[in-house]
């Protein structure tokens, strides 16, 4: 068999590798100019006022849902279609995540479950913008105006993704980014949050080192969410990369999707007319035994994910804690996607035997 085709693949250069090492020989390798330069030029890309790095997405999320004041009793409405951390950082609050459904076109969040869900304890909505598609902004921002709520972007896979010609990390009031190595762009690990809110912005750095301002001056209960400047000399070097990186994983989005469109039992990625997708991942649904379909692909080379199998609301944990609720878009599609390789580092041939692979399993598994 041909070699497999990865799902994910990080692409470091000899610049990354120049940068790191230029950071090691300073001798500052924790947070500090390189974080500084990072945030700068990150806060340019995006188009926002101010950005705060941190150590994760995670963290990036749990502090600016403290930044933005919420705290134990509070509710926060968000999509049970995603990976842990979404919801998870709400709970290191105190607060209570409320999930909704998502729209099955796009599996984003879907504006009109939105207003049946706020109650007195409602204080913020935390939207997805999962596979690297902005969900639609306008309807929710304008929806948490009228009810005075924070709209807080999960931005984790949608780096350079657009919305009405915006950039996703500029719609609501905060939004937060992983530099995850699968991620569009990485720093190995690391976070960023990106706000035009000062006070916003002022809070996420408090938290993030102790819940300091000053020096052993403590006013907050703060936390160790640092960026180091290794990371950062890393993410220096990937942000000058990240647009033609997006263009590429655009263009391999763009043949798979001629190559997969009349396959029975395929249907590729929906995007809206007003979106600019960068395809952090390129998903599929596929009809027949999603599970079988998997194996097929892993048989033949193709490195493949599920992105994701289990609802968040129907996760152990949840159910322990009181959550047993169903959102019927979301359990439908859980058992429908692919998610397929998509990444900048993929060559035509690659391209086409996802392609090829894809067609014989429709042929096997689609009765």
């Known amino acids: 068999m041909a070699d497999r085709i990865n799902i994910a693949k990080p692409i470091i ?3 990354e590798i120049d940068n790191v090492v230029e950071v090691l020989k300073s001798g500052m390798i924790a947070q500090g100019p390189k974080v500084s330069e990072f945030e700068d030029e990150f806060a340019k890309w995006i188009g926002s006022d101010y950005a705060i790095a941190t150590s994760s997405g995670t963290t990036a999320l749990h502090t600016a849902l403290l930044a933005c004041g919420i705290g134990e009793g509070d509710e926060v409405i968000t999509v049970g279609f995603t990976f842990a951390a979404s919801s998870n950082s709400i709970l290191y ?19 009109t ?10 204080k913020a909505i935390l939207v997805v913008q999962l596979y690297g598609q902005s969900a639609e902004m306008d309807s929710i921002v304008e929806i948490a105006k009228k009810h005075n709520l924070f709209v807080i972007e999960d931005a984790a896979q949608a780096h350079g993704a657009e919305y009405k ?28 949050i990106t706000t035009n809110n000062k006070d916003i ?10 819940g300091s301002s000053v020096k052993y001056h403590h006013d907050y209960l703060g936390y160790n969410f640092r960026l180091t400047d290794i990371a950062a000399a890393i993410g220096l070097a990937q942000l000058k990369k990240i647009d033609s990186f997006n263009d590429k994983r655009r263009k391999n989005a763009e043949y798979l999707n001629n190559g997969l469109k009349d396959i029975e039992g395929v249907i590729t990625p929906v995007v809206k007319e007003e979106n600019k997708h960068v395809y952090h991942q390129y998903t599929i649904k596929v009809q027949g035994d999603r599970d079988a379909w998997i194996e097929f692909l892993d048989e033949n080379g193709i ?65």
Request: net charge negative; aromatic share 8%; charged share 25%.
């Open 13 to 15: 250069g000899q610049e």
């Open 93 to 111: 609050t105190g607060a209570k995540p409320v999930f909704i459904d998502i729209c099955e076109d796009t599996f984003l969040m879907d504006p």
């Open 113 to 122: 479950k939105i207003e049946e869900a706020i109650t007195d304890k409602t």
């Open 165 to 192: 010609g915006k950039k996703v990390g500029t719609l609501g009031d905060v939004a937060c980014f992983s530099f995850y190595p699968t991620k569009n762009m990485t720093t190995s690990e690391g976070g960023m």
């Open 201 to 210: 912005a002022e809070k996420s750095k408090i938290f993030r080192a102790h």
């Open 303 to 367: 490195g493949c994910g599920v992105y994701y199998p289990i609802p968040l609301y129907n996760q152990e944990y949840y159910k322990e804690i009181g959550y047993n609720q169903s959102c019927p878009v979301t359990d439908k599609v859980v058992s429908e996607v692919i998610s397929l390789p998509i990444h900048p580092g993929l060559t035509k041939e690659e391209l086409d035997t996802i392609i090829s692979v894809v067609k014989d399993a429709s042929l096997k598994l689609v009765k």
